[in-house]
């Protein structure tokens, strides 16, 4: 005799919000959305006003689709704790650190997980810092995500132009040794890593504009690596998401240099949920549909908010 299924659930979908990845925030909460109704459940979209969420009468759980500022920096997860709502993904001290990536940066080092060599700016009249620094170097603003920023420095010449359109973005900037090998991400579901996802983009680097141009990156899933580096690539993510106190689910990027050696750049706590964004992508290889994702993502966030 099979057990009765889950009783429909009255969700709302935060998407949209004020970031500069609003619009991938929408194509998020949409698609989820969408799965979730066709799964049964009642399900509302609310684009909140950082400070005055605002959830319809019934909620009882919340799904986080935003990208960014507030949605992943910890503060809508701040407000969410106020409310006593349960809400999917990582807790407001984790997402405020895994969306600072310096902090992930000193979190990695502390827990031992392999990272780029790094410096901070915080003035676009900063110097080339000098030393052994050569490029190339990537800049990333501290606190922005889907390659917002982005800057690579191929010439010491371009470093202050270059410093000057990431700090556009934010007060901090991070320069990182540019990593020489394959790139990859790694979902993690549930503390479990799943299988690896290797990015090719067609023509230059994994900017921006071949994140979200369709056609313009290749992805391969599972990545082929031998099983040894493969494990070794899970694990860094992993590491870097225990790291960070990451909850439930993430997505962690990882350079993989030629000797199979992993260097983890940075830990994604609400990563992009299309069906064609790269953790579904790694979801349906381990077996589970988008809307079966999605569904998991919510009982996880209510398994948390159940009397012990």
């Not at 410096?119 to 800049?139: H, I, K, N, R």
């Not at 132009?161 to 007060?171: C, F, G, K, P």
Request: charged share 20%; net charge neutral; proline share 8%.
């Amino acid at each position: 005799m099979s057990a009765n299924p889950p009783r429909p659930l009255t969700i709302t979908v935060l998407l949209g919000g004020p970031s500069a990845e609003r619009e991938v925030s929408l194509r998020s909460g949409a698609a989820v959305a969408r799965a979730l109704r066709g799964l049964g459940h009642v399900v509302y979209e609310v684009d909140p006003m950082p400070g005055h969420v605002r959830l319809p009468e019934g909620t009882e759980v919340v799904f986080l689709a935003l990208h960014g500022t507030y949605g992943e920096d910890g503060g809508v997860q701040s407000e969410l704790d106020r409310l006593g709502i349960p809400y999917t993904g990582t807790g407001a001290d984790g997402s405020r650190t895994a969306f600072d990536k310096v902090l992930t940066k000193k979190r990695c080092l502390e827990a031992g997980v392999p990272t780029a060599r790094f410096a901070v700016f915080d003035s676009a009249t900063s110097q080339w810092p000098g030393g052994d620094w050569t490029p190339p170097v990537v800049l990333k603003p501290v606190r922005q995500g889907s390659s917002v920023g982005l800057q690579f420095v191929d010439q010491v010449e371009q470093f202050p132009a270059s410093l000057a359109d990431s700090l556009r973005h934010d007060s901090e900037v991070l320069m990182e040794e540019r990593i020489v090998g394959r790139e990859t991400t790694v979902g993690i579901l549930a503390g479990e890593a799943l299988p690896v996802v290797e990015v090719r983009p067609k023509s230059g680097a994994y900017d921006y504009t071949n994140k979200y141009t369709a056609g313009r990156t290749e992805y391969l899933c599972p990545a082929p690596f031998d099983p040894a580096v493969t494990a070794r690539i899970q694990q860094a993510a992993i590491g870097a998401f225990r790291a960070v106190n990451g909850r439930d689910y993430a997505r962690v990027d990882v350079m993989v240099r030629p000797n199979g050696d992993p260097i983890v750049l940075e830990v994604n706590t609400l990563p992009g949920m299309t069906e064609t964004s790269l953790l579904p992508k790694a979801a349906a290889e381990a077996g589970l549909s988008f809307a079966v994702l999605c569904e998991r993502m919510v009982r996880l966030a209510l398994e948390r908010s159940r009397p012990r």
